[in-house]
């Protein structure tokens, strides 16, 4: 949402003052071991980064005295000495006056707290677009995964495919497929540790959350990975030397349950602190699985543990060890999806003749014999239950671990701050065609192990003279292993086969027995785009931002990081397992020898056939035929019939075109590089209540070494300049922030999905023509421009109104290669097409978010609150090519809570409905499938502090 008040109230530091420390006493924590068991049973989130308590103090002192000049509210001050209060000092809090309802979180509208840029500063002090949403309001509506926390700020999306693609776009720059080689373009950052893999932002639960900020534009001059359009920085509650412990249990449709748990406070008074949580989401999916219903889609699985520890031995050092760990759990994302029937014409009018569609598929004998399965009533539109019937599909697994040890010291007139860390995170995805056949067994998705190791040393000077400044180095590297696993079933012959080679083997017991036999059990790292993937990415970065303070009304902003990045990958496609017939592999496959014997398309044994060659066929004859081997070695063979023979080359057919292209191990192109950001933003303060701004910023996203179809194929780095003009104003009296910013983002070599030259299949077929295929690569140019705003309005008594809102024109400037969309996929179609002029996939023209929040004193100490967010976005398309079948309409989307509660939070019971009014806009559609929207949810939460 737009700007909301950070208050910092888990800054770790001692309750006493740092002048006069208490002596070292082991305090009773009985607390320490129930939380502990409780995280025994379950993993971790997440951690933000401590700031010194140095730095903390000169910060707190900077925001005061800026609050006093600006001669804010009484609300304002309250709200800062409850800042201040969380500090080392010793400071009370003045009581409330405010004839308001006593918020959970106070409303400083004039000195709304971010640390977007590595300390704590007043958001209108930021010269750059900043989204900002707290950790309650994502509380109250049950916010807690990436995707719900997106529909709070405005231009940010979240593109929805299963725990390993989904990805985050800002400024509808982010859409494009992930591969596991690429950078993601949106970072994100929690608790100052940059994850630097897409999916890792996928399949969690972020709870116990402070804040929430969004910084738009090329990131990379103060911290953690460079990013080319944009950071996320989760901030979490932090250990303190203040006893708290929080809980929320959630019960709702679909058997969801819901637990929240959150403690802390001090183990040694002074010296060492803790804080722990736990989370636990349990539910079934909305859409069942006919074939077993016990098996849903959209089902949640998530058990996640953090805890953490704070020591502060003095008061120039304090080091903060986190560790979150996130069990392995399953969640079935893939194959949501109700077919539709194929068109039978293209876009030029021409007749698809469905070869290979399953219409054809499914009205063969092989897949008819069962009478209460049928092509359509089962396959199509969900089976009229908006279900599925898979028999093979699983749950995608996912899990991660984490630790981090962040220290900080102060040295008088600096900070110093080195934080290590890791991380790592598991996926593994069974899919399948979306039928109860045995086509695809245990198979059809990858098997990635993520592993990434970051230093990060950074000096920061004391706020308050002529230039402030952060200096430091970034170190990261990146070991991911990934393999595309495909297995095929008793019933993949007959779903792979031509219509030719299906009428050639279905003929009689033996060419069925060759049909099973074709691909059954044949185990793959398939080549999609690679087998197995070895990636090896180190990232080694220097950097450095200074404001310069030219007078008290203009400040400059300059900032460079120069980042080298090294790399690698080692990319392999081979058999695992031959399964039930390695007597039908081909000879050879781009040189790999697979064993086969030589024949040609009718079934004739080749000349040059070895010995064993020649023997392999005769065992083939013996074993489908029942010929017995006599003679010569081949004459068993020879002796088939034309028919038998044209079978058994039917069946080989079948098998080496699903085998495809195979090759041995290879080194790809390394991508090896340095690559520059900077930042360049004077802001003015024309008075107390408006500051402008203009920015310019620089940077790039490393390119990718890959392999396409056994052949290296790297992809160059993507290059973004992005300009800013923008204004933060404070109107009626602070209790309106207004604050707005134009940009314009030119972006050179985007990567994402193209049409590129099939070095492997041109010389295979060595015929004069040229190939291609889709891999990721670059398109030349791309510019997104628009107006973003952001507000707050807390005019209305016991009402907060938060909105946002962007105007975004998001387009291809320079795009000719594009793959063709599937219904351009007509006879005599070109390899590709230009999309030049077009609107980026998933960039919806406008797009607002309004929240509302009401709270009404009752009873006493009791209060009424209510809660709403609504988030829309205007039309836009959904596939990477265009698809003119995937355009989604726009659509609303509407969460409200409503409830009751005591002022100093000790319990609180409401009321949570997400999708209020069941907005049904398809999440994704292509030309045959769709998926659904998630339905309206409604669930009740009770918590409390205790």
Known sequence: MSSRIITTTSIASPRTSLGKRAPFTLRPIAAVFAGLALLSSGSAFAQQSTASVAELQAEIARLKEIIAKQALNKTANSTTDNLANTSPSTTTTPPNTNTKAEAEEPELLGAVTVRSRNRLERLQDVPLSVSVVTGKELDRLQATDIGAISQRVSNVSWNQGNQRTSSLSIRGIGKQGQTEA??????????????AYNALSSSYDF??????????????????KNTSVGVINVSTRRPSFTPDASYAVTLGQLDTVQGRFSAGGPIIDGLLAWRGSLSVSKARGDVDNLYNRDFTYTNKDRVSGRAQFLITPNKDFSARLAFDA?????EATNGRVLNTPTPSTYANGSVNT?????????????????????????????????AVSNDAARALVTGSNGATAELNWNLGTHTLTSITAYKDYHFNAVNDEGTPFDIHRNSGGFWNDYKQRSQEIRLTSQPGGFVDYQAGVFLLQVDNSSEYQKIWGNDAGAWFASNAQYTTLDKDGAGRYLLQNSLAGLKMAFNSPTGLQKIQNKSSALFSQADWHINEALTVTTGARYTYEKRRNKASTFIRDQGNAPELNPVAVNGVQLGGFNSNSAGVLASGNSAAQLALADRVANKYFGST?????????????????AQIAAAKAIRQSQIGVIFNEIDAEPFQGGLPSFVLSPSYRVNDNLTSYFSWQYGEKAGIS????????????????????GAKSSLFDGNLILNAALFVMDIKDYQQ??????????????????????????????RAQGLEIDGVYSGIQNTTLRFSAAYNDAKFKDFPNSAQPAENGYSGAAAYRSLSGETLPGAAKLSFNIGVDYRLPIFGNKEFHASANTQYSSKYNSDNALSSYSVIPARYLTDLAIGIGSKNQSFDVSLVVKNAFNDKTDIL???NSYTPAIPRWIGVTLSGKL
């Open 182 to 195: 690429q950078d993601p373009s949106v970072g994100l950052i929690v608790d100052g540790v940059n994850y």
């Open 207 to 224: 709870t116990d959350v402070e804040a929430v900020e969004v910084t738009r534009g090329p990131q990379g001059t103060l911290l953690g």
């Open 326 to 330: 996130q069990p392995r759990g399953g």
């Open 354 to 386: 469905l070869a290979t569609d399953a219409k054809t598929r499914l009205n063969r004998r092989w897949f008819n014999q069962d009478p209460l399965y049928t092509y359509d009533n089962t396959y199509l539109y969900g089976a009229g239950q908006g």
């Open 629 to 645: 081997i006599a003679g010569d070695a081949g004459a068993t063979y020879n002796n088939l019939s034309a028919t038998q023979k």
């Open 706 to 725: 890959q392999v396409t179809n056994g052949v290296s194929n790297k992809v160059k780095a993507e290059k973004t300049n992005a300009f800013e003009l």
């Open 753 to 782: 999905g193209v049409r590129v030259l099939d070095v492997y299949t041109t010389n295979l077929n060595n015929d004069g023509q040229n190939y291609y295929t889709s891999a990721t690569g670059n398109a030349p140019k791309v």
């Open 925 to 927: 559609r292509t030309w």
